[in-house]
């Protein structure tokens, strides 16, 4: 309700404001006729002899009328007010309007009562200058109210006084001509009256109209406005990231389908151990750390560059290279630089960036980001803060990739793959105590298929837990076998990508399989990755199913990450893998020595197996064992064989032994 009132108020302030404006105009337009009229009145005074009067009356006519323009031109804050206008300066100003408007209104009453003294010019109208003056007065009055349209109290106040006057004078004189003249003033005086009423009830419609027209037009702008800023918002949020500000997947898709006639450079980053600053310092800090991230690599852009944040710690870059006379390599080399410098909110080192890099002409986006993203595979393949550019080597590679997944799934249904296992050798390689399951696929175009190429093939061919059923069928055929040699103590390490872990129900599968089988289930082992560990509460149930059920766990490549040891409690592993590249050449190395034999010392006070991967030499062999190393496993010890031949190499090492 008060706010209403407030706009009612305003609303006629705004009025006021336009009936002032109109009074100073009006008025302004009518003080010349006033004067002329008054001077011509003087001369006919002083042509009737009346010279004295004349004057007195005419220079109280022109001080009125002095008076009268200098209040029109006197400063109103008031003209001043708009609907914009705060309602305290509002109502001072409307204030201020009410103030010039009765002084226009008394300066008005003023000069109509000079006016008034006009029958002192004609002997009460009985002269013979009468109807000269009636003339004047009728005339002045008129165009009085003609002129004061906006606002009525000015004009009836001026032209009440002389008709007045005139009407009274005719009155007294007496005689019938001149009664009725009188009368006749009177229903003029009136009719005027009413005329002046109703043209400013006219004139504060038409302003009203005028206003609520204006307001109209402004909320009709202001809801536009408000739709476009909208509209434009939804826009930017739908183009661009809310944490960082830079673009979103989308709009980089659509600013890279602009651009990709100009044969741009495309670049994808790639945070180093972002997960483990999010698992240490929690999700606040970690968003916190990406946007600042995202500042540094904004500032250290060239020219034109379009940078986005795909999602998670995954960020890229387009831009045209001659253009900016920035080659990538430069760049990448500033942006790695820029995201090693301290951060505030965590321990110096702990992150960094591996860059892919892509400038060879693509058909599509789509095409555009694969060989990126291979460039930024083989980055991180390489270590931390590293970049790699789009190669031909590379581009073997992506085929490789895209016909390993194109041909995966016959090579299952024709057996082409095979599983080959590794023997794991106790006492210094005297005699076999596990076995590790190694898939193998020979591609008739690309030769041996990595293991890691194969996995990734696979979970791109939705093909995961076909190629763990096909794994597992060997590894139980495997064990199957040994059971009916008398070799029941020997087991059987079957490794599980994080990838199976996290897409599909691998406690399920194995336990299922083995139970159906009648298969001793500590017979079976299953190897597990750092990579797999660090995501522990996606995949700690599925591996304490695994554990509380009888199968042994084992930890690989331990002692190259960072949250091994925090894991080791968690996944109740049985056994760790110490990583090859602290074995490899340890005779010759004294840091790794160190290492390796701190991890020994680890496995004893955790009461855990300990199996040195990577043998190569006798060297590293005899240095193993001088440090009370029980376990080991690498090519000098035993290379993977198919299943025939590795149970050939058990039986003959069994009657060696013999």
Not at 564 to 592: E, F, H, M, N, Y
Request: aromatic content about 6%.
């Amino acid at each position: 309700m008060g706010l209403l009132r407030s706009a009612e108020s305003q609303r006629i302030g705004l009025i006021r404001r336009d009936q002032l404006d109109a009074v100073r105009g009006s008025v302004l337009n009518a003080i010349p006729i006033n004067a002329l009229l008054g001077l011509a009145g003087l001369f006919v005074a002083a042509h009737a002899g009346r010279t004295e009067p004349g004057l007195i009356w005419f220079a109280a006519s022109s001080a009125a009328n002095l008076l009268r323009i200098g209040l029109c031109r006197t400063a109103c804050p008031g003209l001043a007010l708009t609907r914009a206008t705060p309602l305290e300066l509002a109502a001072a100003a409307a204030r201020s309007v009410d103030r010039h408007l009765r002084l226009c209104w008394l300066a008005a009453l003023l000069s109509g009562a000079v006016w008034a003294f006009l029958p002192l010019l004609c002997a009460g109208y009985t002269s013979d200058q009468t109807l000269f003056y009636l003339t004047i007065t009728c005339g002045i009055t008129a165009g009085a109210v003609t002129y004061g349209t906006a606002f009525a109290r000015i004009p009836i106040s001026f032209i009440t006084p002389p008709l007045l006057s005139a009407a009274a004078c005719l009155f007294y004189a007496g005689g019938f001509d001149r009664t009725c003249l009188a009368a006749t003033v009177v229903l003029y005086l009136m009719a005027l009256i009413r005329g002046a009423v109703a043209s400013e009830a006219g004139f504060r419609e038409t302003s009203r109209l005028k206003h609520e027209a204006t307001a109209l037009a402004e909320a009709h702008e202001a809801a536009h406005a408000s739709a476009r800023a909208l509209a434009e918002e939804m826009r930017v949020r739908a183009t661009h990231d809310a944490l960082t500000g830079l673009l979103n997947r989308a709009g980089f898709a659509q600013q890279a389908e602009e651009r990709l006639a100009d044969r741009p450079c495309l670049m994808l980053l790639d945070l180093d151990g972002f997960k483990s600053v999010n698992d240490i310092y929690g999700h606040t800090t970690g968003d916190r750390l990406l946007a600042e991230v995202a500042r540094r690599i904004a500032e250290s852009l060239p020219t034109g560059c379009c940078a986005a944040r795909l999602g998670g710690d995954e960020f890229a870059l387009l831009y045209d290279p001659a253009a900016s006379d920035c080659p990538p390599e430069r760049l990448a080399k500033r942006l790695i630089g820029r995201v090693a410098e301290p951060f505030e909110s965590f321990v110096t080192g702990r992150l960094g960036m591996s860059i892919g890099i892509c400038q060879v002409p693509a058909d599509s986006v789509t095409d555009l980001l694969t060989c990126a993203d291979q460039a930024l595979y083989a980055a991180k393949a390489a270590g931390r803060n590293r970049f790699r550019a789009f190669d031909e080597g590379l581009l073997r590679c992506l085929a490789m990739r895209r016909d390993c997944e194109r041909d995966l799934s016959r090579a299952l249904a024709e057996g082409a793959l095979a599983v080959w296992f590794q023997p794991i050798f106790g006492q210094a390689g005297r005699n076999v105590v596990g076995l590790e399951a190694l898939v193998r696929w020979h591609h008739p175009v690309h030769g041996w298929i990595p293991p890691g190429d194969l996995i990734a093939a696979a979970s791109a061919a939705g093909l995961t837990e076909s190629l763990l059923r096909f794994i597992l069928e060997q590894v139980c055929t495997m064990m199957l076998t040994l059971r009916e040699r008398g070799l029941g103590d020997v087991r059987v390490a079957m490794n599980v990508s994080p990838r199976e872990m996290a897409q599909i129900p691998v406690d399920e599968i194995v336990l299922g399989r083995l139970r159906a089988l009648g298969l001793s289930l500590p017979m079976l082992e299953i190897e597990i990755t750092e990579e797999t560990a660090l995501d522990i509460e996606a995949t700690q149930g599925k591996l304490s199913a695994l554990s509380q059920a009888g199968i042994r766990l084992a930890l690989d490549d331990f002692g190259v990450g960072y949250s091994a040891l925090a894991s080791l409690r968690a996944l109740r592993a049985d056994r760790i893998k110490i990583d090859r590249s602290l074995v490899t050449g340890l005779a010759a190395s004294d840091d790794k020595r160190g290492l390796v034999q701190a991890v020994l010392g680890l496995g004893r006070a955790l009461g855990l197996d300990v199996v040195a991967e990577g043998v190569e030499t006798a060297e590293d062999l005899a240095t193993l064992e001088a440090l009370g190393c029980r376990f080991m496993q690498g090519y000098h010890l035993g290379r993977p064989a198919p299943a025939d031949a590795t149970l050939r190499m058990m039986a003959d090492l069994r009657a060696s032994a013999a």
